[in-house]
């Protein structure tokens, strides 16, 4: 069982930064991923930025050169670095942990990231 807490989440002007965080409440060694996706009023979600345990990243072509993930393996915690925000990135973000070994999906509870002036 792995549950993950996300914080980081508010109102914030276009331009602006944001940093999320997402703690799990144990250590993840190996053979995962790790995803931020967010979901907009009336759309469907979609996958903002990912990591493998390997390290490889990849991001929405929206995102590409603002947002940024990582990780802190101490603390358990990744992180998306969002930047040069813009109103299109209002949404609900939820980070999500899939286990590559067992299939299981783990999803946070969801932080607000409102961009307006």
């Known amino acids: 069982q792995v549950q993950l807490v996300e914080s980081g989440g508010g109102p914030v002007q276009p331009g602006g930064s944001l940093r999320l965080s997402c703690t799990a409440s144990?250590?993840?060694?190996?053979?995962?991923?790790m995803g931020w996706y967010r979901q907009a009023p009336g759309k469907q979600r979609e996958l903002v930025a990912g990591?493998?345990?390997?390290?490889?990243?990849i991001y929405v072509d929206s995102v590409k050169g603002r947002f940024t993930i990582s990780r802190d393996i101490a603390k358990n915690t990744a992180y998306l670095q969002m930047n040069s925000l813009k109103p299109e990135d209002t949404a609900v973000y939820y980070c999500?942990?899939?286990?590559?070994?067992?299939?299981?999906?783990?999803w946070g509870q969801g932080t607000q990231v409102t961009v307006s002036s």
């Open positions: 144990r250590s993840i060694f190996s053979h995962y991923l």
């Open positions: 999500n942990f899939r286990d590559l070994l067992s299939g299981y999906e783990y």
């Open positions: 990591i493998s345990s390997e390290g490889t990243t």
